[in-house]
């Protein structure tokens, strides 16, 4: 069994930053691609940013120059800092991972985290 805990969700005012981790624990043989999603009311889930074991990185073009994908493959974690926040960057997010365990691969899905993004 496999399980992503996020945290770090919350509300902030336009123009400021948080930082969101997701960690992964269980029986774990190796991680490859992490990345985080995000939904927001009356939309579709998108992605938002990924990164390779390797530390290859992805990013929507929304988020391009203010969000930085990082991960820490020792500790299975990965992390979103979000700087320069806009309103339209609220919704619940979401982390990924794509982990191979006993005899398998497959993708787990985090609970999600409310990001909040008001005056």
């Known amino acids: 069994q496999v399980q992503l805990v996020e945290s770090g969700g919350g509300l902030v005012q336009p123009g400021g930053s948080l930082r969101l981790s997701c960690a992964a624990s269980g029986i774990i043989f190796s991680i490859n691609v992490m990345g985080w999603y995000r939904q927001a009311p009356g939309k579709q889930r998108e992605l938002v940013a990924a990164i390779t074991s390797g530390g290859s990185t992805n990013y929507a073009d929304s988020v391009k120059g203010r969000f930085t994908i990082s991960r820490d493959n020792a500790k299975n974690t990965v992390y979103l800092q979000m700087n320069s926040l806009k309103p339209e960057d609220t919704a619940v997010y979401y982390c990924?991972?794509?982990?191979?365990?006993?005899?398998?691969?497959?993708?787990?899905w985090g609970q999600g985290t409310q990001v909040t993004v008001s005056s």
């Open positions: 990924k991972a794509d982990v191979r365990t006993w005899g398998t691969r497959l993708d787990y």
